[in-house]
């Protein structure tokens, strides 16, 4: 005969699935009673579900427990750690429409097919080659977030603190020409525990410096254009000035 799990089992599968109203702020939803039987698909769901859950709590060394919780960045941009990024219910109060994850494996991104997702393989060490990724991501997040008010991106990595804030902080640095500095600033004003590892700030310090140099050429380039069009004005200017002298002064002799 199955066996119904225990109160504390029970309690440990509802925190698994859904995370606190108190951390995610969704006060007012209406959390489903339903507890699977142990032997069931959902049952072992629920336990992958409490295990990453449980890496994905962060305890900071100010003693404070951070939570896996969405961060908004800009309107239409999120900013999160796997276990909320596999959450249907947080997706759906999100109104996420694209999924940008950046983790060394996908096991647990299995949500469907419902979302636009790109899942790049990436690892959280200094020497993963984060610059080749970043024209990609970069464009990724330009595209979601083109399509309209009704599309939202969310972009993950396990614990939202290196890789996926490094990407985000690309973008910011490529889209908005800030610096690496004002860039992480920005980010993690509004998710605290944002830290890129040394590798990858050194190669988003670069990213910079080379988008720096584009735009210094285009001015550049504008400069020069605008000086050529200068001199040929300056030109058609002196020519005119010319002929307008040769009349006034043939009028006068006649």
């Not at 109160?7 to 702020?25: G, H, R, W």
């Not at 006060?27 to 069931?40: C, E, H, Q, V, Y």
């Not at 336990?47 to 951070?66: A, M, P, Q």
């Not at 525990?193 to 550049?220: D, H, K, S, T, Y």
Request: proline content about 5%.
């Amino acid at each position: 005969m199955e066996m119904l799990p225990t109160p504390s089992q029970a309690k440990e599968f509802k925190l698994a699935v859904y995370p606190s109203l108190d951390d995610c702020a969704f006060a007012g939803r209406k959390i489903d009673p339903f507890i699977p039987l142990p032997n069931s698909e959902a049952f072992q769901f629920l336990r992958e579900r409490l295990i990453l859950r449980h890496r994905c709590t962060l305890h900071l060394s100010s003693g404070r427990v951070f939570e896996p919780q969405p961060s908004m960045i800009l309107p239409q941009l999120y900013l999160s750690d796997q276990y909320t990024a596999t959450s249907p219910q947080i997706l759906d109060d999100l109104g996420i429409t694209h999924i940008l994850s950046l983790t060394g494996s996908d096991i647990f991104l299995n949500t469907g097919d419902r979302f636009k997702r790109l899942w790049i393989r990436l690892e959280d060490i200094s020497t993963e080659n984060l610059s080749i990724r970043l024209p990609e991501t970069t464009e990724f997040i330009k595209n979601a977030l083109a399509g309209g008010e009704t599309c939202r991106l969310l972009v993950h990595c396990v614990w939202g603190m290196s890789r996926s804030a490094s990407v985000i902080i690309g973008y910011l640095i490529a889209s908005q020409y800030m610096a690496y500095d004002d860039a992480l600033a920005f980010v993690k004003a509004r998710r605290p525990i944002v830290r890129p590892n040394r590798g990858f700030e050194r190669q988003l310090r670069a990213w910079e410096m080379e988008r720096r140099r584009e735009i210094e050429n285009a001015l550049e380039v504008g400069l020069r254009g605008l000086d050529l069009e200068r001199e040929a004005y300056d030109r058609e200017t002196a020519s005119h000035g010319e002929v307008r002298d040769l009349v006034h002064v043939s009028d006068i002799v006649v």
